[in-house]
């Protein structure tokens, strides 16, 4: 089945610093989210990005579907930034597949 | 945004006893889902369903069962709850099968004693 490998595990930041965040899977997905949960707990979906390059605010995601691989960059980074980030592919025919999660502290 | 509540948001059960958790949402998406999330992972797939009085496996099936009695609710049910299942446990739904956003509920922390 599908795996799926993110890194750096964790990363502290100081604020206004960017940040990369790498997810990389087994098999060729058709579609991709990136998801970030706040410290509280609360999930919500940042991109549904299965291929090319997507921005949100100061989020930006790439997915390179041939290479199985996805990143997330996080760009003058806030306190606020603060949370879990999930990468979460699709494989065709079955619901999301979930990593393990790149945590983010970013200090003022 | 989409709206998905789930109940109880937190419940202590002891070994052996049963456990229903609910999902409900306004969305009127076809997809619903249940994942639990243990401490420092993240969610694991237990069940889902595209359409009201059907259910499907997700990858950790084992020891829990899923209802969906209309497309607005989607239950999660312990029959005989074991330690093990002490997790968080979030519903979700969407349009498609991973294919579209998901919505996720704030999520329900079960302890098992």
New interface residues.
């Given amino acids: 089945g599908q795996q799926v490998q993110q890194s750096p595990a964790s990363l502290v930041l100081q604020e206004g610093e960017n940040a990369e965040l790498q997810c990389n899977f087994s098999s060729t997905a058709t579609r991709l989210q990136w998801f970030y949960q706040h410290p509280g707990g609360r999930l919500v979906s940042l991109f549904y990005n299965p291929s090319g390059t997507k921005h949100t605010g100061r989020l930006t995601s790439t997915t390179v579907t041939n290479e199985r691989r996805s990143s997330l960059h996080i760009s003058s980074s806030q306190t606020t930034d603060s949370g879990t980030y999930f990468c979460a592919p699709h494989q065709g025919g079955r619901a999301l597949i979930f990593g393990t999660g790149t945590t983010v502290s970013v200090s003022p | 945004e989409a709206a998905v509540t789930q109940s109880p948001r937190s419940k202590v059960a002891v070994t052996g006893g049963k456990v229903t958790l609910s999902c409900h949402q306004t969305n009127n998406h076809d997809y619903m889902?249940w994942?639990r999330q243990d401490t420092g992972?993240?969610?694991?797939?237990i069940h889902?369903s595209y359409v009201a009085d059907s259910t499907e496996k997700?990858?950790i099936p084992d020891g829990y069962k899923a209802s969906r009695p209309s497309q607005e609710n989607f239950s999660l049910i312990l029959e005989l709850a074991s330690l093990s299942q002490t997790a968080?446990y979030?519903c979700?739904s969407s349009d498609g099968?991973?294919?579209?956003?998901?919505?996720?509920g704030?999520?329900t922390r079960l302890l098992v004693l």
Avoid: C, E, K, S
Wanted: charged letters at 15%; glycine letters at 22%.
């Fill in positions: 889902y994942y992972h993240g969610l694991r797939l889902y997700g990858d968080v979030f979700a099968l991973g294919g579209d956003t998901q919505y996720f704030p999520g």
